[in-house]
C-alpha cells in the first residue's frame, strides 16, 4: 500500500501517485516561509508548522521572472506549455518516492535547476524523478529565488544582520532547502547521508559553491557538476559584493526607488521586469558573490586551497556548450579532477556529452543531457533514433549509480575509470557510448 501520507517537522503532507502508480510524489512542499515583504531580501526564515494534513498535489509558483516562452531557442525546446505561475512567495521543493516502502533507506538527489540566476523552477518539464525512482533513488528538486529578489546587494541589507552580510539569498535558499531535505528526508524513506546534490548550468555553479562552503559540511556525500563548474571556468574568479554595488544603484535608479524601504514595496513582477535591463558588461547580472562567510573566498580558490568538500565527484559538459571557447567548460573538468588528484582525494568522473541531438542544427548544445539525465525524451519535439533511447537508459543509469555508490558505474553499461594521470579519460556520451582521452590542459 502506498504511503500518501508523510509527516514532516511542519506538519502532514499528502502526495500523490504517479501515471504508473509507482512513485508518489509531494509537489509544492514548503521549506521556508515566503520571502515578502519584511523579509525581501533577508535570508530564508524556518516555515511555520500547520494544523491537520497539507495537500502536496500541485507544483509551487516559481520565482519572478520572464515570460519563457517568448526565449527563442529554448522556448521551443522546454517551455512550449508553460502553465507553472510566477510569485515571489516561491519557496517549496518537490520530492518523488517510491510507492512502496524500500527495505532501506534510498540514497537522495537534490537537483538545483539552471537558467543564468535569472530564471528556471524545479518543475520544469525536462524534469521528473520517476526514473530517479525506478533506478532506487529518491529525488528532489527545488525553486529558489532568483534574479535580483535572489542575487540583489546593497550596503543597507547587510547592515539588518549581525554578520554584516548582503547578496547570496537564493543561495541561502538553496542551503535551506538542502537542510530541510537533511532532516526530513527518512520520513521519505531517504537517507539523509548519502545526498548528491547536482545542477546544470546556473544550478551547477550554485553546487560550486555549496560544495565550496563551510555552512553546508557534512550535509553533502556526492556532487555532480553540469556545464557551468570545475576550475578556470564559468566561476573562475567568482565577485566580490563591493564590485555590484553599481548594479544595484542602476536598478534603484531604473524603479525610482531611494531606498531598501521603498524597493521593499516595489512590486514583485516589476522588479522581475526591471532586471533584465541592468547591465554594467561584468557578464551574468545577478550572481552569488565572494562574502567571507557563505562563501569564504572564490570557488577556484577554496578548491586550489583544498577547502572545497572532501566528497565523490562527477562532472562534465557538452559539445557544443558555453563559455568563452567552445571547449573551455571540458577544459574545466580536467583541470578539476587533476586538483582532485594533487590534493590526494577520490578521483572525479568525467563525461562529455556530445550526441547532436536531431530535429535541428543546434547539436550537443548546453543542456543538451537534460532529455537524457531526466528520462524524459518522450516530453521533447524532437525525432529520436534508436541511438537516443540507448543513451537515455545509459546516462540516467549512470546519474543513479554514482548517487548510489559514488560510482556511475553498473550492469549492463560501458565501464566508466576516473581521471587520474594514468588513465586521462573521459565517458563519451553520444550516438555510441565509451571512454576516450580527455582533452589535454
Known amino acids: 500500500m502506498a504511503q500518501m501520507i508523510v509527516k514532516v517537522r511542519e506538519g502532514q503532507l499528502e502526495g500523490c501517485l504517479s501515471a504508473d502508480q509507482k512513485s508518489v510524489i509531494f509537489k509544492g512542499v514548503p521549506y521556508a516561509e515566503p520571502p515578502v515583504g519584511a523579509l525581501r531580501w533577508k535570508r530564508p526564515q524556518p516555515k511555520t508548522p500547520w494544523e491537520g494534513v497539507r495537500p502536496a498535489k500541485e507544483f509551487s509558483a516559481k520565482a519572478p521572472q520572464a515570460d519563457l516562452t517568448r526565449e527563442g531557442f529554448y522556448a521551443k525546446e522546454f517551455y512550449t506549455d508553460e ?31 539552471g537558467g543564468a540566476f535569472l530564471h528556471g523552477c524545479g518543475a520544469e518539464k525536462e524534469f521528473d524523478g520517476e526514473q530517479f525512482v525506478k533506478n532506487g533513488v ?12 535572489g542575487f540583489m546587494v546593497h550596503p543597507d541589507l547587510a547592515a539588518e544582520n549581525p554578520e554584516g552580510l548582503t547578496g547570496n539569498y537564493g543561495i541561502f535558499d538553496q542551503i535551506a532547502a538542502l537542510e530541510w531535505v537533511y532532516e526530513n528526508i527518512a520520513a521519505f524513506g531517504g537517507d539523509p547521508e548519502n545526498i548528491t546534490v547536482a545542477g546544470q548550468s546556473a544550478g551547477c555553479m550554485s553546487v560550486q559553491v555549496l ?12 556532487a555532480i557538476l553540469q556545464s557551468g563548474g570545475g576550475l578556470n571556468g564559468l566561476t573562475r574568479g567568482n565577485t566580490s559584493v563591493e564590485s555590484r554595488y553599481e548594479m544595484t544603484d542602476l536598478f534603484m535608479e531604473a524603479l525610482g526607488a531611494k531606498s531598501i524601504e521603498e524597493m521593499r514595496a516595489v512590486p514583485a513582477d516589476k522588479i522581475a521586469e526591471v532586471q533584465y535591463t541592468i547591465n554594467t558588461g561584468a557578464g551574468l547580472g545577478w550572481v ?30 557538452t559539445g557544443d556548450d558555453i563559455g568563452s571557447d567552445a571547449r573551455m567548460l571540458e577544459k574545466s573538468a580536467v583541470h578539476w579532477a587533476k586538483n582532485q588528484e594533487k590534493l590526494g582525494r577520490k578521483p572525479a568522473y568525467i563525461y562529455f556529452f556530445n550526441r547532436k541531438l536531431p530535429g535541428d542544427d543546434a547539436g550537443a548544445f548546453h543542456s543538451a543531457e537534460l532529455w537524457y539525465e531526466f528520462h524524459t525524451l518522450n516530453r521533447a519535439w524532437r525525432p529520436w533514433e ?4 540507448t543513451l537515455e537508459a545509459a546516462v540516467s543509469g ?43 590542459v
Open 83 to 113: 502553465t507553472i505561475e510566477r510569485n515571489e512567495d516561491c519557496l517549496y521543493l518537490n520530492i518523488w518516492k517510491p510507492a512502496e516502502e524500500p527495505a532501506e533507506k534510498l540514497p537522495v538527489f537534490f537537483w538545483i535547476h
Open 138 to 149: 529518491i529525488f528532489v528538486s527545488i525553486n529558489y529565488r532568483v534574479g535580483a529578489l
Open 211 to 222: 560544495i565550496s562552503s563551510p555552512l553546508t559540511k557534512g550535509k553533502i556525500r556526492r
Open 288 to 317: 552569488p558573490v565572494t562574502d567571507g562567510y557563505l562563501l569564504p573566498a572564490s570557488t577556484d580558490e577554496q578548491a586550489l586551497a583544498g577547502e572545497i568538500h572532501d566528497i565523490d565527484y562527477m562532472i562534465g559538459s
Open 386 to 389: 534508436e541511438c537516443d533511447w
Open 398 to 440: 549512470y546519474w543513479a549509480n554514482f548517487a548510489k555508490n559514488g560510482d556511475p558505474n553498473g550492469e549492463g553499461l560501458p565501464v566508466w575509470h576516473p581521471y587520474t594521470e594514468e588513465t586521462p579519460v573521459q565517458m563519451l556520451l553520444a550516438e555510441t557510448i565509451g571512454e576516450e582521452k580527455a582533452i589535454e
